[in-house]
């Protein structure tokens, strides 16, 4: 696909998704489970109960799987699959739920179609970054159309919080040779292949701080996870937390509730919404970053906070008032459950406990 043809993503996607990728359900265990729903808050009956539900750029269906699976559409009063691509067909030959309907059509097409003011839940799960639509604002103004007087978006999206040089490197690289992204995607898998593999600590360093990294299994899955990122345009990943903040209050919606997956988030049109960075400055807090590692020293150096304060586990707290975890998670564990831990020490996330790409 040339860079002519990038932005053609439901050709991409269409053909993507005839093969066993990790946007497929089922085959992505870390995606699959009620676990990894919790913990982008999307595990709580109550948000379905007797709500009109729409998820917008479902894929192949990997998500709705997860939430069907989990019994958590059975009471829904109507949930509307919408995806561009042929996704939308292995959508509806696995979801049998009588109170489903599917649109093969993109985001603003259904916000011209569907009745405005019709949906209580919007689900955008790994769809912001792809949508051609340069601006956050105009695309969170065109989806809050859809919204019902108590309705609320859901987000959830990658978000890491700096720039990976490395990989934007070979994005570019992706964009200006016919091709490219087949070259550049073989490249990325081997890189990490090879300076993750190696063992040297800071070779494994360098890597994720200038490359991404791909969680798959398996040189194949990790090629085909390094295609779409070569090969879909837009592929934005420098919406952040305060950027979906500020586009949602444009449009009438605050942040209410944060999840500990960067970058998971709710809305509602409520007065009580969350800041975006935290504001935690305070002459007598205590503050410590979880990481003592590249991440952790990278983060104390950017919010101006002394590196003796990054520690390396939850043992060394000592009684901090205020905890940012920033540490290197391609080693485990992940953020979620870091924070799991931290609150059964009495911590409140969003409020004493924080994952660092909330700060970016
Ligand atoms: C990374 S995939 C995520 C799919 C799915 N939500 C998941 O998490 O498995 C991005 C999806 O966004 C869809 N997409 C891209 N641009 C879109 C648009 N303008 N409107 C609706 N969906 C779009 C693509 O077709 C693709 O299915």
Redesign the pocket.
């Known amino acids: 696909m040339d860079k002519k043809n990038k932005n053609k ?2 050709e991409y ?1 269409s053909q993507y998704f005839s093969k066993e990728t990790f ?1 497929s359900p089922k085959k992505e265990k870390f995606h699959s489970n009620l676990q990894y729903l919790q913990d982008i808050g999307l595990a709580d009956r109550k948000s379905f109960e007797s709500r009109r539900i729409m998820e ?5 269906g ?2 709705t799987f997860n939430l069907w699976k989990s019994e958590l559409l059975e009471d829904v009063v109507r949930y509307d699959v ?4 042929d ?1 939308i067909y292995a959508i509806k030959e696995f979801l049998q739920l009588p109170a489903a309907h599917f649109s093969k059509s ?3 097409q259904i916000v011209q179609e569907h009745p405005p003011g019709s949906v209580d839940l919007l689900i955008l ?3 912001i970054p ?3 639509i340069p601006s956050l604002r105009e695309i969170v103004q065109q989806v809050s159309r859809l919204i019902s007087a108590n309705g609320e978006i859901h987000v959830t999206s990658s978000f890491f919080g700096m720039k990976k040089a490395g990989s934007r490197a070979l994005m570019a690289f992706s964009d200006m040779t016919p091709g490219g992204e087949t070259v550049a995607a073989f490249l990325h898998a081997g890189l990490q292949w090879a300076m993750t593999g190696c063992r040297i600590g800071c070779v494994y360093d360098f890597y994720q701080r200038h490359f991404f990294h791909s969680f798959r299994s398996g040189f194949r899955d990790r090629y085909l996870h390094f295609n ?1 990122i070569m090969s879909v345009r837009p592929y934005n990943m420098d919406w952040g937390y305060a950027n979906h903040a500020d586009a949602l209050r444009d449009a009438g919606f605050s942040v209410h509730s944060c999840f500990p997956h960067s970058m998971s988030l709710r809305a509602a049109r409520t007065d009580h919404g969350m800041m975006f960075p935290p504001r935690i400055n305070g002459e007598d807090c205590n503050v410590v970053i979880l990481g003592n590692d590249w991440l952790g020293k990278w983060v104390a150096a950017n919010l101006g906070i002394a590196p003796e304060h990054c520690i390396n586990g939850v043992e060394q707290l000592a009684g901090a008032d205020v905890v940012i975890a920033a540490y290197d998670y391609t080693k485990g564990p992940s953020y979620a459950e870091t924070v799991r831990s931290l609150e059964a020490r009495g911590y409140k996330f969003g409020e004493t406990c924080f994952i660092y790409q909330m700060f970016f």
Do not use: F, N, Q, T
């Open positions: 993503y439901r996607y946007l917008i750029g479902a894929g192949k990997r998500l919408v995806e561009p691509s996704g993109d985001l603003v799960h790994g769809v792809h949508v051609s779409e």
